[in-house]
């Protein structure tokens, strides 16, 4: 309502309400159930009973009045009314009536006076109804805009009675345009008859109204006739750019897409970037024909009618170029992909040509992948801008949209390192398709990172190429919203949506979308509605599934053809000119593609998209096979426990628990011991101490799942103040990140991933809240973190923190799936390694797809840490951390184990009494992690220490085959037994049985000593849970459990 009336005060004539106070402006005043609003139109001066003795009795007249017209006399009545009809200074009044003839002509004059007070609230209505119009064009315009370049089913704006324009009805085919919802808004003038939803119609096309300052269409005019103004919105909103904006609750934003839209002439080229813009879709058309021509029956997921991707991508960087962006990082599905790295990237076309060689051998270790998933990172001139631009397209799989959240952890990681803070020297640009950008869910997941203190990259622009069709499925079938891009509706990003056909319309979107970006540093989408000349692929034949839209693509004419008629048209360029600049770039394809002949060795490592600069030798081999001790001196192990231990702050209230916490700590540290937290915290603060950035992520670690980690400490007294002690260790430490992600583990797992592609030296780590979630992430840890090296010859340091332990939590807070990581190493079961090979440990660690450990001490958790750094490469880390070990008693290390010359332990040997007497063993127990504590306390309770042996197996990936012939070979009495409190088709068992069969040549057998298979994790029922316990507990210790089966 307060709009709308400040809308009729504007609307209004000039009143004395403009130069005179309300007579009550400074009385309070008196209860009632509307809002008094004074439109005195006389100067007071001018009506002669007017005065100040007087106001007062005014004021009382004039509330009743309001309240009932016919409660006051009928001269009040007329004067009232005549004051807010804007009568003249001195005319409102009018004297009582005589029989005269003058003052029947008087009584008339007054009449007149009321009757003009309905016209003056038709004035306001009309200017009202524009002002709703005009909205209604910003809101819902995009709706008929003609967007599709197949013209199937888009408005038809061609006889007017206005401008005239009609609304066509949907195609009879049934094939839909780019926006789902079919119905034209019914308060969009499409025709005449639509004006009588805003109470106006034809007569008043010509009546001139007052533009609102939420518009700009007027240009330097502040009013328009209603036929220009509607005329002006429908160039504005309803041609080939539809822009969805007004849903953004931020004024200052959308009066910026207001102007950047609506202002007259706004979208204009010159000749010179016409021109530019034709070279551009001739490579980007050529680039495809030639492939076509050379290899017609490849697999390339062409860009055919999408050509218009290559200069709108060009346009986006050379305007962040201009606008001081420097990196830009880049993610994409394969549609498209050798085009944009053959004409953004700048990849060498013979490079490109060679990989459709069947017969070119791999030079690099690892499998590879397809051409169309490769990446590439490339340093060169913006001839547009002249400055250097770094451009790194990130690889990815065919999970498509996976590599978003990559793509995101990777800018943010350059931002980082380049200290830019604010995202004004790089950037990112996600390029997505229409069927995937509407169905998968880790676009969403990536969105709300979008905005995040930890997570924020400050503004990607989004690119669908909106082909219309998803694979074989019809938009019909693959989303219920209107466009394929209403998700990003939920973090306020704009969307421009633009027919791909107009060339110069997709170029200043792009311009606008940059500029966004670059003004605001949020996200924006751009969605190129497009259609795909081809089937899925080249060799898919589309007419089986979409018959009717492919009759049309045949006919379509291509982009290149149109824009080039049209420049030639202008006078822009001659026919000459156009034929001269495709000879020129069919000249450069197969000059590449004779150069490509002569490739017969296929470089991997020349498609890297993430190279890491003096961290290997020039040919891309480790500076050394070795690893120093991960040990350190004691002050520094006593100097990080007494920071942990305390709050470096002054005047910091902490919680009285944790200040019980803190005080455990520093018992800890002056007995020279650690527990698992103070490990995690030793082995970080020392890597922030050498330089190395510590990045923790995910779901609570700040605190830490289980109550243990408390790395931000909260004020209890002050809101919002908090302090991290790890970044209060040294003068001139590496900055420590931990960060509480958002509840998400696909995006924050990818991200994360991203993050530590950029840079070996720095320890990124995901925690997962239980390990039973990684499931959640399955598709980065499946595609990229497993096989990442093999498919791009790309390592990667990342650490997964996975909290994994039977402890009648039930089915969903028990397991990691440690089967499941195990499946996926790369190492062979059957094969015995060279165990005399020099430095054996660190060539296992070389030749691994990742390493998997489960460590059942605070101090081997520290070394594993330290060593994920001080190894000379690099390879994800899955560690299966654990939960009551976190607090048990037993679970300690002595600072003695961390100091100077200690190493990581692969594998823990008994040295109990078991040890001392080895002869006498009878039963060799191999386990790993927490179980361990339970065989101790059982072998205890039975007091069989000196027959039973137990040996802990902490890393199981690489398997220490070297370490554990020792075990068996020193065991020479002993039955060999693997113990886990897993069911026997899950956990270690399948992974580690055939490796120590192997181990020990098959001499004997590997029994089994565990819990039964079973569908389920673990059972939900605690009684259950210590039976299964203690069956297997009995099993393990039973020297004749296993003989029935000898």
Same mark, same amino acid.
């Given at each position: 309502m307060f709009h709308l009336r400040t809308c009729a005060a504007k609307l209004r004539p000039l009143t004395a309400s403009q130069t005179v106070k309300t007579l009550s402006q400074n009385k309070p005043a008196a209860i009632r159930t509307f809002q008094q609003i004074r439109c005195y139109s006389a100067p007071v001066a001018a009506e002669p009973f007017l005065s100040g003795t007087s106001s007062n009795y005014v004021e009382e007249m004039y509330c009743a009045w309001l309240e009932n017209p016919k409660s006051v006399h009928k001269s009040w009545d007329i004067f009232f009314r005549n004051t807010n009809a804007g009568a003249p200074p001195g005319t409102a009044y009018q004297s009582p009536l005589s029989l005269s003839r003058s003052s029947l002509a008087t009584m008339a004059h007054a009449q007149s006076l009321v009757e003009a007070q309905p016209n003056v609230d038709k004035l306001v209505e009309d200017h009202l109804a524009v002002q709703s119009l005009i909205r209604a064009y910003q809101v819902r315009g995009h709706h008929i805009a003609k967007l599709d370049p197949l013209g199937i089913s888009c408005v038809n704006f061609d006889d007017a009675p206005i401008r005239g324009h009609h609304v066509a009805q949907l195609d009879p085919l049934g094939i839909l345009d780019a926006d789902l919802d079919s119905s034209v808004p019914a308060d969009i003038i499409s025709s005449t008859d639509k004006l009588g939803f805003y109470g106006l119609d034809e007569s008043d096309l010509d009546k001139v109204f007052h533009l609102p300052t939420t518009t700009f269409i007027g240009g330097q005019e502040?009013?328009?006739?209603?036929?220009?103004?509607?005329?002006?919105?429908?160039?504005?909103?309803c041609q080939h750019i539809g822009v969805e904006f007004m849903f953004i609750n931020d004024l200052e934003q959308c009066q910026w897409i207001r102007q950047k839209f609506e202002t007259p002439g706004i979208m204009q080229f010159t000749n010179e970037e016409k021109r530019t813009l034709l070279a551009r879709l001739v490579r980007s058309t050529r680039f495809e024909e030639f492939l076509q021509r050379k290899w017609s029956s490849e697999k390339r997921f062409g860009l055919e009618g999408c050509e218009v991707l290559i200069p709108a991508l060009k346009t986006i960087i050379d305007k962040s170029s201009e606008n001081g962006i420097d990196y830009v990082i880049m993610g994409m599905p394969h549609r498209g992909r050798l085009n944009v790295l053959a004409n953004v990237i700048r990849k060498e076309l013979e490079q490109i040509f060679c990989q459709f060689d069947s017969k070119l051998e791999a030079a690099d270790e690892g499998s590879g992948d397809m051409k169309y998933h490769l990446g590439m990172y490339h340093r060169r001139i913006n001839r547009v801008t002249d400055r250097n631009i770094t451009l790194s397209l990130v690889a990815n799989p065919s999970h498509l949209e996976a590599a978003d959240p990559v793509v995101m952890g990777k800018t943010k990681a350059e931002q980082f390192y380049c200290g830019d803070t604010e995202g004004k020297k790089v950037m990112s640009i996600l390029l997505h398709g229409d069927a995937a950008f509407a169905g998968q869910g880790i676009v969403y997941e990536t969105f709300h990172l979008s905005d995040l203190p930890s997570y924020t990259t400050h503004g990607t622009v989004h690119v669908v190429v909106n082909n219309q069709i998803g694979f074989t499925t019809d938009p019909r079938m693959a989303r219920s919203s209107p466009y394929p891009t209403d998700v990003a509706r939920v973090v306020n990003a704009p969307i421009f949506h633009v027919n791909s056909?107009?060339?110069?319309?997709?170029?200043?979107? #792009?311009?606008?979308?940059a500029e966004w970006r670059s003004t605001f540093h949020k996200d924006v989408v751009v969605d190129l509605v497009c259609y795909r000349r081809n089937g899925h692929n080249e060799m898919d034949e589309p007419m089986f599934t979409q018959p009717l839209m492919y009759k049309q693509i045949r006919k379509q004419k291509p982009v290149l053809q149109k824009y080039a008629e049209l420049l030639v048209s202008q006078g822009v360029v001659n026919q000459p000119e156009y034929e001269e600049e495709i000879s020129k770039y069919d000249?450069? #394809?197969?000059?590449?593609? +004779?150069? *490509?002949?002569?490739?017969?060795?296929?470089?991997?490592k020349h498609w890297l998209d993430s190279p890491w600069p003096g961290f290997f030798t020039l040919d891309g081999q480790p500076r050394s096979m070795s690893c120093p001790s991960t040990g350190l001196e004691e002050d520094v192990l006593a100097h990080i426990g007494n920071v942990a231990s305390s709050v470096p702050v002054e005047n910091f209230t902490i919680h009285g628990g944790l200040s019980r916490i803190l005080k455990t700590r520093k018992e800890l540290v002056t007995n020279r011991t650690v527990d698992w937290a103070l490990a995690e915290y030793m082995a970080f603060g020392s890597l922030l101490k050498e330089g190395i950035h510590v990045r923790l992520s995910g779901q609570d670690v700040e605190r830490g799942t289980f109550s243990h980690r408390h790395h931000v400490l909260h004020d209890q007294n002050v809101d919002k103040r908090t302090c991290i002690p790890m970044n209060h260790l040294w003068p001139n430490q590496a900055p420590y990140t931990v960060c509480n992600s958002s509840l998400s583990e696909y995006g924050v797992l990818g991200f994360e991933l991203g993050f530590a592609m950029a840079s070996p030296n720095a320890l990124v780590l995901w925690e997962a809240q239980f390990g039973d979630f990684n499931n959640m992430a399955q598709c980065i840890i499946d595609q990229f973190i497993c096989p990442g090296q093999a498919k791009w010859v790309r390592q990667n340091g990342i650490v997964l923190l996975l909290p994994h332990g039977m402890e009648g939590m039930g089915p969903e807070h028990s397991s990691a799936r440690p089967e499941r990581f195990l499946q996926m190493c790369n190492d062979d079961p059957d094969v015995l390694p060279d165990l005399q090979e020099d430095n054996f440990d660190i060539n296992q660690l070389y030749d691994c797809n990742w390493i998997v450990v489960n460590c059942s001490t605070p101090g081997n958790f520290f070394h594993v840490l330290r060593r994920q750094i001080l190894l000379p490469f690099r390879k994800p880390l899955i560690v299966f951390t654990p939960k009551s070990l976190l607090r048990h008693p037993e679970a300690r290390t002595s600072f003695d184990e961390m100091l100077p010359g200690t190493h990581f332990q692969r594998v823990i040997p008994e040295d109990g009494p078991a040890a001392q007497n080895p002869n006498n063993v009878k039963r060799l127990l191999f386990c790993t992690g927490k179980v361990y504590y339970d065989l101790t306390r059982e072998r205890k309770a039975r007091d069989m220490a000196e027959q039973v042996a137990i040996t802990r197996i902490e890393q199981l990936s690489p398997f220490p085959f070297d370490l554990l012939l020792k075990e068996a070979q020193k065991y020479p009495n002993a039955e060999l037994a693997w113990c886990q409190e897993e069911h026997k088709n899950q956990g270690y068992y399948d992974y580690v049985k055939p490796r120590l069969r192997t181990t020990i040549d098959r001499a004997?057998?590997?029994?089994?000593?565990?819990?039964?298979?079973?569908?389920?994790?673990?059972?939900?029922?605690?009684? +259950?849970?210590? +039976?299964?316990?203690?069956?297997?507990?009995? +099993?393990?210790?039973?020297?004749?459990?296993?003989?029935?089966? *000898?």
């Open positions: 502040s009013a328009l006739p209603l036929r220009e103004i509607i005329r002006r919105l429908e160039m504005a909103y056909d107009d060339p110069e319309a997709v170029m200043y979107v #792009c311009k606008v979308a000249k450069i #394809c197969e000059e590449a593609f +004779t150069r *490509s002949k002569d490739e017969k060795i296929l470089h991997i004997k057998p590997v029994w089994y000593a565990g819990r039964d298979p079973a569908a389920a994790p673990a059972t939900g029922n605690k009684k +259950t849970h210590l +039976t299964e316990l203690q069956r297997f507990l009995d +099993t393990a210790f039973d020297l004749d459990a296993f003989k029935k089966f *000898s």
